[in-house]
Every structure is written in structure tokens, then in C-alpha cells.
């Protein structure tokens, strides 16, 4: 029985944060033998459509009030330009209620700003776009020592990453749901950081 990928969309959401890593858990293609699989569902706070920063109109599958805890996997949450706005209070509620289960909340950019400022990141390892802009911008932001400099990061059942890193954030959601070989997830990572064919190769010759 597959899981449920949950993808948040929502008005201004960045297309691109999350282009390595959706194409992967709806496809499966490269996936180890016996892998969980997925499935991608986008999740609006309503079903009315979005406009996202590259003007693509999505139909969101569900409404969060539809976003089950028992069938879920991971909830993704892409940047955008209006995380610090009272909209996205349901989202936030929702992170924190999956957090608490147990189960994978992935933040990349602005959404890492909302959960600063939501006060999730004081007690976990973490990044964002920058420390500064994290203390400048969350008033309820005390995580400075949690905070790491790396594009991505990986912290039990949460993964934060900047939003110049799409890459980076989907190896460490790939890596946490281990649905790649470790090989696999090599040759697949170096591929797209490198753009050296020998990794397509490597990465159609590794064993599931």
C-alpha cells in the first residue's frame, strides 16, 4: 500500500523548490526493490486553485481538512512569498501535528521562516536562507545554537534546507525516506550537482 507524499500549494509558492524531488516519489523509477512507495497529493487550505510564483494554476487534490495523518509519509512545504502572513496558520498547526507523529516534515525557504517563527526550530537542528535573516524576521526565534550553515539539513523527522538549495533538499527527503541504494542516491545526487554523464551511467548500472 503506498503513502501519501503531501505536497502544500498555495498562492506565490516557489515552482521549483521541490522540481528534483516530486518527479522521484510519483515516479518510483528509480526506487530499490521492496521500496515504500508514494503517492503525490497537492494540498490546499481549500480546493479552490493557487497561482504560483511561475504563474502555473494548480488545482489543489485535497483541502487540508482532508490531509490524513494515518495515510501520510511526508509533508513538503516549498517557499513562498507569503509564509509570515496569517494564512498559513492551518498549514503550521498541521506541520505540528505530524511532527509530533513521528512523521517527515520537509521546509525549504520561506517555509522555514514560518516554523522559526512558529517557534519549531528552537529545540531542532536546522537551517534556512540565513541565520541573520532567521533572527531579524521571527520575533519568537531562539534556535541560533541549533542552526547549521549547510543547504540542507536533517534533523530526526524534520528536513530544512535554503532556497538556493532544491538539490540538496530533495537528496536529504530521499535519503530519510530511503527509497534510493545508497548507490543510487550517489550517482542520482552527482548527476544533477555535476552534470557529468558518467553518474547517468553509474546511476542506470546500480543494483536495486
Known sequence: MSKTAYFYVFDTMADWEAAFLLPELHSGRYFRKEAQKYAVK????????????????????????????????????????????????????????????GILVAAICGATIALAQAGYLNNRYHTSNSLDYLKLTCANYSGELYY????????GNLITASGIAPLEFSFEVLKKLDVFTPVKLDAWYKLYNTQDAKYYYALMEAAD
Open 148 to 155: 547549521q550553515p549547510g543547504p540542507a539539513v536533517a534533523d
Open 42 to 101: 497537492t494540498v490546499g487550505l481549500s480546493k479552490d486553485p493557487v497561482l504560483t510564483m511561475g504563474g502555473v494554476r494548480v488545482w489543489p487534490d485535497l483541502s487540508l481538512e482532508d490531509c490524513s495523518l494515518e495515510k501520510a509519509g511526508v509533508l513538503i512545504l516549498p517557499g513562498g512569498n507569503t509564509w509570515l502572513e496569517a494564512i498559513h496558520t492551518p498549514i503550521l498547526k498541521k506541520t505540528e501535528e505530524f511532527l509530533n507523529a
